[in-house]
């Protein structure tokens, strides 16, 4: 993990921001978190700590490499569409953290649209993005309520 954040400070401080780098440093820390997480029965040390430092990485790095990455008017559809990445990888993995992942994506989407592209962008740029961020929140709100609820959910 140190290893890990060094080499994206140094990168970070050395060279301009380029976004297919931090979407791979992105990616380099999501499948680092998975891999700690399916062996971690396999190891003497707690490694939840380890887990929770590498999605936080990559909850800050998809957003900036994709701020990078695209046309500035595709910005909060590029974090839509990873808060949807988050929500899937919530069902296929059952795994809570990354619903508060996509949830905290959503409300930085929201941030964005309020605060960036009604000033910024074109009429029907606004609607578009108001309508589908909408139809988003809503549709993931429908997948949730029609999923059955387990007992970890219920105590939390």
Known sequence: ?????????????MEKPNAWVNLNFALAAILSARLLNWTKSQVDFKTEFLRNTYLASTFCLIPYGLYLAV?????SLSWVCASIFYFAMN??????????????????????????????????????????????????????????????????
């Open 1 to 13: 993990l140190i290893i890990f954040l060094g080499i994206y400070l140094f990168y970070s401080q």
């Open 71 to 75: 046309n500035p008017k595709f910005v």
């Open 91 to 156: 069902f296929l993995l059952a795994n809570r953290k990354y619903r508060w992942m996509g949830i905290l994506n959503f409300l930085l989407v929201l941030g964005r649209v309020f605060l960036v592209e009604l000033a910024s962008l074109d009429l029907v740029y606004r609607v578009v993005s108001f309508m589908g961020l909408g139809l988003v929140l809503l549709l993931v709100s429908m997948a949730y309520a029609r999923r059955p609820r387990r007992a970890e959910d219920l105590r939390a």
